[in-house]
């Protein structure tokens, strides 16, 4: 139980354009998901933390008009990269969160972004 | 600001030896902390947890030190395999169930 599971897994794109990824709980209902940004060699950055039915709460440094975050029920958060740029080009990881006591997190298989 | 760090960046071990991954955290109030294990292009895989109220947990060739003191955390695998390869992070758990991830530390398993 407990499977996370992210779409799609490899994307490239040209740079302007918008790129969306999918983040699932497959078996479980999570409130909680978490989207993360890895860069090559280095350590998972928590973006932001997204709550089914409110708004997105972002990291310090972390535009919230260029990741756009939708959580709209409660097996399903989507992240869309607008107006991508190279830099952009990312490892990007979600969780999602679920326990009946301390709450765990389960992490998807991640998406890999290439911004042409 | 608020980090999780690791000392060693790079470890490599004999296949069949015991490894030992290091981590210091920086905020003494967080009260949980996980290792994950990570192998190329995939998401990370929890490995072992342990709350602030324990000093020790082990799990299968798994054992999780902890020791509040010196805010140390370390990560034991005993009878290292070659598909222990991967880079584990050591994580931290503030409140607001927000988790924080230190650098990575490779390790190499030499067969």
């Known amino acids: 139980g407990a499977v996370v599971s992210q779409h799609p897994s490899r994307v490239i794109c040209k740079s302007g354009t918008s790129v969306k990824i999918e983040c699932r709980s497959l078996?479980?209902?999570?409130?909680?998901m978490f989207w993360y940004r890895q860069f090559p060699k280095q350590s998972l950055m928590l973006m932001a933390t997204?709550?089914?039915?409110?708004?997105?709460?972002?990291e310090q440094g972390v535009e919230k008009d260029k990741f756009l975050i939708n959580h709209a029920s409660l097996t399903l958060s989507t992240l869309t990269v607008t107006s991508a740029h190279p830099e952009d080009s990312s490892f990007y990881i979600c969780?999602?969160?679920?326990?009946?006591?301390?709450?765990?997190?389960?992490f998807g298989p991640g998406t890999r972004l290439t911004v042409l | 600001g608020e980090s999780v760090g690791l000392h060693l960046p790079t470890l490599s071990v004999q296949e069949g030896d015991n490894s030992i991954i290091n981590c210091a955290y920086s905020?003494?109030?967080?009260?949980?902390f996980i290792w994950y294990k990570q192998e190329s292009g995939k998401g990370p895989q929890f490995i072992i947890d342990?709350?602030?109220?324990?000093d020790k947990r082990q799990g299968q060739r798994v054992t999780v030190l902890l020791n509040k003191t010196v805010k140390h955390l370390s990560l034991q695998i005993a009878a290292t395999q070659p598909g222990d390869s991967a880079v584990y992070f050591c994580?931290?758990?503030?409140?607001?169930?927000?988790?924080?991830f230190g650098a990575g530390t490779r390790l190499f398993v030499k067969a």
């Open positions: 969780s999602a969160e679920w326990g009946p006591t301390y709450n765990e997190q389960f």
């Open positions: 905020n003494s109030a967080s009260d949980y």
């Open positions: 994580a931290e758990n503030t409140g607001g169930f927000k988790t924080i």
């Open positions: 997204s709550n089914e039915g409110s708004k997105a709460t972002y």
């Open positions: 078996d479980f209902q999570a409130t909680t």
């Open positions: 342990i709350r602030s109220n324990m």
